[in-house]
């Protein structure tokens, strides 16, 4: 046999191993340069997330204390408007009150001037029933009185005409002869 049949095979082989391991070893530099490339990539995408964190939470506490602020002014706010309309109302019961009692005083005087009309109405009723029956027995009075004169005078004249006073004296006898 040939030896050259195990002679290139073996510098081929040997070759081939010389270039498999600088190709591996360049495979493997490289790839350390893009480990070393991709892990500084990710320290920078890692403090660029824990940067965003960090501003993601300044952020949403400096939101919270908004929010817990305006939540507290609106609070106040509706606390001095429940004051103010509170307030208000006590105002309006209170005026409300006043003139509850300005009406109720006003009521009691006029029911009052009313009594005291309807009293008035009734005195002056008395009087003018007295002075009709005033004037009534007056005209009875008179009426009396008239006939009183009546019968007087019918007597006083009953009895002239009976009393030989009232009768006339019977005439002279006239002289005979003439």
């Known amino acids: ?11 081929l082989l040997v070759v081939f191993v010389l ?9 493997r530099r490289k790839e350390a340069d893009r480990m070393a490339k991709v892990e500084a990539a ?3 995408e890692a403090a660029r997330k824990a940067e965003l964190d960090r501003k993601a939470q300044e952020d949403a506490v400096r939101r919270q204390e908004e929010r817990a602020a305006a939540d507290k002014a609106k609070e106040e706010k509706k606390e001095r408007d429940y004051q103010d309309a509170l307030a208000a109302l006590r105002k309006e019961a209170d005026d409300y ?9 006003e009521a009691a005087d006029i029911e009052a001037s009313i009594i005291q009309a309807r009293n008035d109405k009734e005195r ?3 009087e003018s029933l007295e002075l009709a ?11 009396t009185a008239e006939l009183e004169i009546q019968r007087m005078v019918e007597m ?14 019977p005439p002279p006898l006239a002289p005979s002869g003439k």
């Open 1 to 11: 046999m040939n030896k050259s049949y195990l002679i290139v095979p073996s510098i």
């Open 19 to 27: 270039l498999y391991n600088s190709a591996v070893s360049d495979m």
């Open 42 to 44: 990710a320290k920078i």
């Open 97 to 105: 009150a006043a003139q509850t009692a300005k009406l109720t005083k």
């Open 124 to 126: 002056l009723t008395r």
């Open 133 to 143: 029956k005033q004037v009534e027995l007056a005209k009875i009075n008179r009426r």
């Open 156 to 169: 006083v004249a009953t009895k002239l005409s009976d009393s030989s006073i009232a009768t006339p004296p």
